[in-house]
């Protein structure tokens, strides 16, 4: 399947020509972009290295989760609204990037992986997991993010 | 002055090769950013748990002993590569009104943290484990909160060259924020 014309038509599309044509609007998106980072990075990493045995030990992992699980909502929703803003104002650029499909490709697993393995984890009862399971739901969940990260940067650099 | 010892700094072999380098930079942007997840991630917990928005049922000691730590390693990080960074362009950098801007809002941020930790901290027992924090606590998270979100977005900003000396003319208070050395006099 060739999906360059999609790229193509969004690249095309009214939004991604006025982002483009803005001198303003292009920085703009992407600082709030950057904002919701700062803010989905605390949500997920507070909890990963809490189910990794590190930072807030003392706090039933499941009470954490749930504690930061709006905060991870909201922020993931302004992460994938200006991204996708940022994304209709370079299409085709991103189209033949390597590093827009490792981003994307990271950012389809670990919203899956969230939503499902992790969380199941999470909410289990914390004397049923072994301290491996944890760990290695922890880094995987860091790993796939730090993908999701440094394929956005490296958008940047034409990579 | 400053500007003769960045002009100093960008000559230095190891100034050009960052600058020059395929990966060297592109990699420190990148360790910047992932840092700044670390760094930042935890340091908005602390400001959000102080204004009594985040993780209300855990006592703010335990933040600041738990999660500090994490974020002072990742802030020491940003610092080193944020410093190379800024060695790598040193003339423009030094010439940005957002760098700048930067570098002001950073000790705002440090003297807004010395603060706290030094002085409302110490009063912490009485209301570790309250919702909301007393009004200096949220003061202290709010003014960080607001701070650090400037920075972000002036670091960010850096990148674009709107204000850059050498686009002249420029209103003059922008070349007067940006310390612009003019070669003759702009109308």
Same mark, same amino acid.
């Given at each position: 399947?060739?999906?360059?014309?999609?790229?193509?038509?969004?690249?095309?599309?009214?939004?991604?020509?006025?982002?483009?044509?803005?001198?303003?609007?292009?920085?703009?998106?992407?600082?709030?972009?950057?904002?919701?980072?700062?803010? *989905?990075?605390?949500?997920?990493?507070?909890?990963? +290295?809490?189910?990794?045995?590190?930072?807030?030990?003392?706090? @039933?992992?499941?009470?954490?989760?749930?504690? +930061?699980?709006?905060?991870?909502?909201?922020?993931?929703?302004? +992460?994938?609204?200006?991204?996708?803003?940022?994304?209709?104002?370079?299409?085709?650029?991103?189209?033949?990037? @390597?590093?827009?499909?490792?981003?994307?490709?990271?950012?389809?697993?670990?919203?899956?992986?969230?939503?499902?393995?992790?969380?199941?984890?999470?909410?289990?009862?914390?004397?049923?997991?072994? @301290?491996?399971?944890?760990?290695?739901?922890?880094?995987?969940?860091?790993?796939?993010?730090?993908?999701?990260?440094?394929?956005?940067?490296? *958008?940047?650099?034409?990579? | 002055?400053?500007?003769?010892?960045?002009?100093?700094?960008?000559? !230095?072999? /190891?100034? =050009?090769?960052?600058?020059?380098?395929?990966?060297?930079?592109?990699?420190?942007?990148?360790?910047?950013?992932?840092?700044?997840?670390?760094?930042?991630?935890?340091?908005?917990?602390?400001?959000?748990?102080?204004?009594?928005?985040?993780?209300?049922?855990?006592?703010?000691?335990?933040?600041? !002993?738990?999660?500090? %730590?994490?974020?002072?390693?990742?802030?020491?990080?940003?610092?080193?590569?944020?410093?190379?960074?800024?060695? &790598?362009?040193? =003339?423009?950098?030094?010439?940005?009104?957002?760098? !700048?801007?930067?570098?002001?809002?950073? =000790?705002?941020?440090?003297?807004?943290? /010395?603060?706290?930790?030094?002085?409302?901290?110490?009063?912490?027992?009485?209301?570790?484990?309250?919702?909301?924090? %007393?009004?200096?606590?949220?003061?202290?998270? &709010?003014?960080?909160? &607001?701070?650090?979100?400037?920075?972000?977005? &002036?670091?960010?900003?850096?990148?674009?060259? /709107?204000?850059?000396?050498?686009?002249?003319?420029?209103?003059? =208070?922008?070349? /007067?924020?940006?310390?612009?050395?003019?070669?003759?006099?702009?109308?």
């Amino acid at each position: 399947m060739d999906l360059l014309p999609f790229f193509q038509w969004c690249e095309a599309s009214p939004i991604g020509e006025a982002i483009r044509e803005s001198r303003w609007l292009f920085p703009v998106i992407e600082s709030v972009h950057l904002l919701g980072l700062v803010v *989905i990075a605390a949500s997920v990493l507070v909890v990963d +290295m809490r189910l990794f045995g590190v930072g807030l030990r003392d706090e @039933p992992v499941a009470r954490l989760a749930r504690n +930061m699980q709006p905060w991870l909502i909201v922020s993931l929703v302004v +992460m994938l609204t200006t991204g996708t803003l940022l994304f209709l104002s370079e299409a085709i650029k991103c189209y033949y990037s @390597p590093a827009f499909w490792i981003k994307i490709s990271c950012l389809g697993v670990v919203i899956i992986y969230t939503f499902t393995i992790r969380q199941h984890v999470v909410m289990s009862s914390e004397a049923r997991l072994r @301290p491996e399971t944890s760990k290695m739901v922890a880094v995987v969940s860091v790993l796939l993010w730090a993908g999701v990260g440094w394929g956005g940067r490296w *958008i940047g650099f034409g990579g | 002055m400053l500007h003769l010892l960045a002009v100093w700094l960008g000559d !230095r072999p /190891w100034s =050009v090769a960052l600058h020059e380098s395929r990966y060297a930079y592109s990699i420190l942007e990148s360790v910047h950013v992932w840092t700044l997840c670390i760094f930042l991630g935890m340091a908005i917990l602390l400001d959000l748990r102080l204004l009594g928005w985040v993780l209300t049922d855990v006592p703010v000691s335990s933040i600041i !002993r738990r999660l500090l %730590p994490w974020s002072v390693v990742g802030f020491v990080i940003m610092v080193i590569t944020g410093l190379l960074l800024a060695f &790598a362009i040193p =003339v423009r950098t030094y010439h940005s009104v957002f760098f !700048r801007a930067k570098l002001i809002m950073l =000790v705002l941020a440090g003297l807004n943290a /010395w603060y706290f930790h030094s002085r409302t901290q110490s009063g912490m027992s009485a209301w570790d484990t309250n919702y909301f924090p %007393p009004r200096a606590a949220r003061a202290a998270g &709010a003014i960080s909160l &607001a701070l650090w979100l400037g920075i972000v977005v &002036a670091g960010r900003m850096i990148a674009y060259n /709107w204000f850059d000396c050498d686009r002249q003319p420029q209103p003059s =208070v922008v070349n /007067w924020a940006a310390g612009c050395v003019l070669e003759e006099p702009t109308e």
